[in-house]
């Protein structure tokens, strides 16, 4: 798979316009300015930037968007200006702009990390290695293991699958570790009553977005409404992590070299996190289309359980976890919602991107998948 490709239809950003704004604000800014679109992403929009053998990364929000809090580049930008130098996996960020009339949007400029995504069924074969930066590497798993894990060894063993889960879920565990005071990051959300301002939120959001009936997915809306917990701790949480959001040096999976797209970052409770993570990890009963998703890592996901993910967990974090059905179905209805915000940019007619056709899919599968739960009592 190509890491970018010509930009979207629709999707066009001035880039005269945006050569002009970089110019006196680059070091070294010789040479031409080239620019390209990194395909994969679904809600903000990234772009590669070349500026004669320098790369960069731009992100701006959607076209299309009418909700600025879902898509703040500016607090994006402050986050990971504060949150880069103690979580090596966060990119650099480097310039801010605010000036809408520069491309369109307000957007800003970071460091283009480099490592591989893992996503389909042989990574061999469909894994991309998407480039957006300068090679950094996060804690992984222990440095004094000498075995690396490589690209094959997920293709052909469970013992190779599972270690690269496990470091997975143990730089999810070391973000939540993170002293997000020290940081200057106590501001970011507000934890007292986040579960269930995170249920009323997407409530309203799926609702100021519906365009179909989906009676399993308000079921459930209904359920969690109604059996929200009291929450398990405070911490900084991404909010969207996934596999797709995530980097990995080709070399041992074992090293995370990038966690990208930190739109939904806050304070609030880290199970709330990992309930999200669970949301995204189909499993093999979920049916073929969802499991091929363009995003998943189906590989890992046939082989490696939504259960044995809350184990790591707890192994990483050195406790027993309650029960986790609340945090699993919330993060299912989540991302239903996201996919739904999506569909309906596409509807009406604010993106041509012809991934997004048949969202509706995606969401109705999804509500029925957080019925199923709720019904069955179990992740």
Known sequence: MAETASIRTGEEIDTAGLWRYLRDRLENADGEIHVEQFPAG?????????????????????????????????????????LSPLYQPAPKPLIFCEDDSIIGSEFYLMERRRGLIIRGEVPGRNASVNERGDG????????????????????????????????????????????????????????????????EGWTKRYFAAKTHEWDALENAIKWLSENIPAGSGTSLIHNDYKFDNVMLDPEDLRRITAVLDWEMVTIGDPLMDLGTTLGYWMSPDAGDELLSMPFNPRILMENVSRRQLVEMYEQAVGRELPDMLFYYVFGTFKIAVIAQQIYARYVKGFTQDKRFAHFDRFVAALGKIAQTAINHGSL
């Open 136 to 199: 950094h590497f996060g804690r992984g798993i222990a440095e004094s293991e000498t075995t690396r894990i490589t690209v094959s060894d997920i293709a052909i063993s469970q013992q190779g699958r599972e270690q690269t889960c496990r470091a997975f879920i143990q730089n999810l565990a070391d973000l939540h570790s993170l002293d997000h005071k020290s940081a200057g990051l106590e501001n970011l959300g507000h934890p007292d009553g986040y579960n269930r301002r995170q249920v």
């Open 42 to 82: 679904s809600s903000n929009l990234t772009y590669l930037v070349r500026v004669g053998t320098d790369e960069y990364v731009l992100r701006r929000p959607p076209f299309g968007n009418t909700v600025k809090t879902a898509h703040d580049m500016r607090r994006e930008f402050e986050t990971l200006s504060k």
